[in-house]
C-alpha cells in the first residue's frame, strides 16, 4: 500500500501530457483527417520556449511561461494549417501525412538551429517542488499540480465540445463532414479553429513535462508515439477516449515500473496490442465511423 | 507512360523485365564515372535506399497498406545478419541477406495476420508500435549490445570475395539490387501483384471478384518486409556496424517520403525519390551543420507543388504548358478550398 498510491499518481501525473497532445491530435483527426506527425514537433517547441522565457523559478512566472508557449505554438500551429494542410486537404490523407512529417522536420530541423543540441533543463516552480505526505506515503507536489491541470484541461475540452455551438460544429464535422458542409458549417474555418486548439494544447503539454525531464530533440518522437497508441487505444477521434487511455496507461506504466521494472518502457505497446485483439476500433471508437467525438 | 515507346520490342522487354536490368546495369556503369571517392559511397547508401522505398512501396504503393513501421524489418534485416555473422564468422553475404529475407518475411507474415483484424491508421500505429517494440529491445536484451550496436562487418565476404573498395562495394551492391528490382518488376506484372493493386482500390469489389484479401495483403506484408530485410542487412555490410537508429522513426518516415516523392503510382518512383532523398541530404549536410530543417522545407515544396510525386512531372508539365505559354505566369494551385464535396474520400479509407 506504501508504494501503490504513489505509483498511481505518478502515472497519472505521466498520463496528463500525453492526453493533452493525444486530445489535440484526436481532434484533429476527427475533423481533418490528418495524423499530425507535426504535433511532435509542436510540442517540442513549446517545451523550448518555457526555457526560453522562463527566468526564475516563482510559479507565476511557470504558468505564464506555460501560456505563452501555447499561444505561440498555435499561432505556429494556425500558419501551418492554413500554409500547408489546406491545399493538402483534397489530395487525399497520404499526401496529407507527407506534408505533415514535412513539416515535422522543417519544425525539429529548425530548433536544432535556434537551441542547439545540448539538453535543456528546467526547474520545478516555486512550492511544487516538494513532495507532500497523503496519508502516509509521499508524493510529488509537481505531480498533484499536473493531475490538476489534466483535468482542468479535460472538463474544459469537454464543455468547448459538448456545450458549446463551436464544439457542436466541430462534432458535425467530424460525424461526417459532407452533411455538415450541406448544412452551411464552414468546414475551413473549423478546422484552423481546430488546428489552433490542438497546437496550443501540444504547447501547454511541452510546457507541462519542462521541470521533469531535460529537453532535447528527442523529445518529439518520445512523446508522439505513445501519444498515437493513446489515440488509437482510446479511438481515434474520441477525447474522452484518448483521456481514460492516458491516465490508463499511465498507470500501467508506472506499476510495471514499481513491481515489473523488466516490462516497463513495453507496457504500452503490449496495451495496444491486447486492445486491438479485442476492439480493433479502440475503447471508444465506432466501428463503422471511427470518428467521433465526445458525445 | 509513354505511348511512342509501345513497339512490339519495348513489350516483350517490359514483360521480361529487361528493362529494369538494363537500366541497372546503366546505372552502375555511370556512376563511377561521374563520382569519385566518397560520392560512390553515397551512391550505394542511395541504392540501398532505393531498395528499401521499393519495398515499402509494394505495401504502400501497390496493396495501400500503410506501414510507419517499415524499419521495424529494415532493422530486423540488419541485426540477423549482424548476429549470425558474429556467432559464425565465415558465412557468405549472400546467404547471410537470404536467411535475413526469410527471417523478416516469416516475421512479418505472422505480424500482419495478427495486425490486419485493424486497418487504415490504427494499423499504421500497430506497425509503428511493432518497430518500437524493437527499439526497445535492442536496449534491453544484452546480446544486441544497445546503443552501441554490432560492429566489425566489413569482414564478411561476398561469393568470396570481401568489399574491399568503395567501387567493389557499389558493383557488388548495384547487382543485388538490380536482382531484386527485377524480381518485384515480374511481382508487379504477375497476377498477385495485380491483385494487390485490385485490393488497394477496392477491397470489397476485389473479395466479390474472388480475390482473397486478407491473404493477399499478408503476402504483400511478407514480400515487402523482406526485401526490406535484404536492404537494411545491405546497410549494415556497407557501413559496417549495425546500431538501433536504423530502427528509429525518422526512418520508417524518411522510407515513406522518399516513396511519395519519387511517386506511388510508377514502379520507379520510390527508386527516383530516394536517390533524390539520400543526394539532397548528402548536399545539404554539406552546407549545414544539421540538415534536417532543410530536408524538411525541400520535402514541404514538393509536396505543395507536386503532391503526386516527381514522377508526375512529365504529367504536369504536359498538361500545364499550353496555358504557361498563354500566360506568363503559371495557373496558380488551388488556394483556398471552398468545395467540401470530395471531402469523403479520405474517410473511406478508415471504413473496411
Keep these: ?295 | 507512360m509513354p505511348v511512342s515507346t509501345r513497339t512490339r520490342g519495348w513489350q516483350l522487354a517490359r514483360t521480361g523485365g529487361v528493362h529494369v536490368l538494363l537500366g541497372c546495369a546503366a546505372l552502375a556503369l555511370v556512376v563511377p564515372m561521374i563520382a569519385t571517392g566518397t560520392y560512390v559511397f553515397t551512391w550505394t547508401t542511395a541504392v540501398i535506399w532505393a531498395l528499401f522505398a521499393m519495398a515499402t512501396n509494394v505495401l504502400f504503393g501497390w496493396s495501400g497498406l500503410l506501414s510507419f513501421g517499415q524499419t521495424a524489418f529494415f532493422g530486423l534485416g540488419g541485426y540477423t545478419v549482424a548476429l549470425i555473422h558474429e556467432n559464425r564468422g565465415n558465412v557468405d553475404g549472400l546467404l547471410l541477406l537470404a536467411v535475413a529475407a526469410v527471417v523478416a518475411a516469416v516475421a512479418g507474415a505472422a505480424f500482419s495476420v495478427i495486425a490486419l483484424r485493424s486497418t487504415g491508421a490504427e494499423f499504421a500505429v500497430l506497425t509503428l508500435v511493432l518497430a518500437q517494440v524493437l527499439w526497445l529491445l535492442t536496449n534491453r536484451v544484452r546480446a544486441l549490445h544497445g546503443e552501441d550496436g554490432i560492429g566489425g562487418l566489413y569482414s564478411i565476404t561476398i561469393l568470396g570475395r570481401e568489399l574491399a573498395s568503395d567501387e567493389q562495394t557499389w558493383y557488388t551492391f548495384v547487382a543485388i539490387a538490380a536482382v531484386c528490382c527485377w524480381l518485384l518488376w515480374m511481382l508487379h506484372r504477375s497476377t498477385l501483384g495485380a491483385a494487390m493493386r485490385a485490393v488497394r482500390d477496392d477491397a470489397h469489389r476485389a473479395a466479390a471478384l474472388g480475390i482473397r484479401v486478407r491473404r493477399v495483403q499478408v503476402l504483400a506484408f511478407a514480400i515487402g518486409s523482406a526485401f526490406s530485410a535484404v536492404a537494411g542487412g545491405m546497410l549494415g555490410l556497407q557501413q559496417g556496424v549495425v546500431s538501433p537508429t536504423m530502427l528509429s522513426l525518422t526512418i520508417s518516415g524518411q522510407v515513406l517520403v522518399a516513396c511519395l516523392v519519387g511517386g506511388l503510382r510508377v514502379f520507379g518512383g520510390p527508386v527516383l525519390g530516394a536517390v533524390v532523398l539520400i543526394l539532397a541530404q548528402q548536399a545539404l549536410s554539406g552546407v549545414a551543420t544539421d540538415s534536417t530543417m532543410f530536408v524538411g522545407i525541400l520535402l514541404l515544396v514538393i509536396v505543395l507543388v507536386l503532391p503526386s510525386g516527381l514522377t508526375s512531372l512529365p504529367g504536369v508539365l504536359a498538361a500545364h504548358l499550353p496555358a504557361l505559354r498563354r500566360r506568363a505566369r503559371g495557373p496558380s494551385p488551388v488556394t483556398a478550398d471552398p468545395a467540401p464535396a470530395t471531402a469523403p474520400k479520405a474517410g473511406t479509407e478508415t471504413r473496411s
Design chain 1, 1 to 295: 500500500m506504501n508504494t501503490l498510491l504513489p505509483a498511481v499518481v505518478s502515472g497519472i501525473a505521466q498520463g496528463v501530457p500525453i492526453f493533452v497532445i493525444a486530445s489535440g491530435l484526436t481532434l484533429i483527426y476527427g475533423v481533418m483527417h490528418v495524423l499530425n506527425f507535426a504535433h511532435g514537433a509542436f510540442f517540442l517547441v513549446g517545451a523550448y520556449i518555457v526555457t526560453t522565457v522562463l527566468h526564475g523559478n516563482s510559479l507565476g512566472g511557470f504558468v505564464l511561461a506555460a501560456l505563452a508557449a501555447g499561444l505561440v505554438v498555435a499561432a505556429l500551429g494556425t500558419a501551418c494549417e492554413v500554409l500547408v494542410f489546406r491545399r493538402l486537404y483534397r489530395a487525399g490523407s497520404h499526401v496529407g501525412f507527407l506534408g505533415a512529417f514535412a513539416l515535422f522536420l522543417a519544425i525539429t530541423g529548425a530548433t536544432v538551429h535556434i537551441w542547439g543540441h545540448d539538453p535543456r533543463t528546467v526547474q520545478y516552480p516555486a512550492g511544487l517542488d516538494g513532495a507532500v505526505s497523503l496519508n502516509g506515503p509521499r508524493v510529488a507536489t509537481y505531480d498533484l499540480a499536473v493531475v490538476g491541470v489534466g483535468v482542468l484541461l479535460a472538463v474544459g475540452l469537454y464543455v468547448l465540445l459538448a456545450h458549446t455551438s463551436v464544439g457542436t460544429r466541430v462534432r458535425a464535422l467530424s460525424h461526417d463532414r459532407a452533411m455538415a458542409s450541406a448544412l452551411g458549417i464552414r468546414a475551413s474555418r473549423i478546422g484552423t479553429l481546430v488546428f489552433a486548439i490542438g497546437s496550443f494544447l501540444a504547447g501547454v503539454a511541452g510546457a507541462l513535462v519542462t521541470p521533469v525531464t531535460s529537453i532535447d530533440g528527442s523529445l518529439a518522437s518520445s512523446y508522439l508515439v505513445p501519444a498515437f497508441v493513446v489515440v488509437i487505444v482510446g479511438g481515434l477521434g474520441s477525447v474522452p477516449g484518448a483521456f481514460v487511455a492516458a491516465v490508463a496507461l499511465g498507470v500501467i506504466d508506472s506499476l510495471l515500473f514499481a513491481y515489473v521494472p523488466s516490462l516497463s518502457g513495453f507496457s504500452y505497446y503490449i496495451v495496444v496490442a491486447v486492445i486491438l485483439m479485442i476492439r480493433p476500433q479502440g475503447l471508444f471508437g465506432h466501428a463503422s465511423r471511427a470518428t467521433q467525438i465526445a458525445r
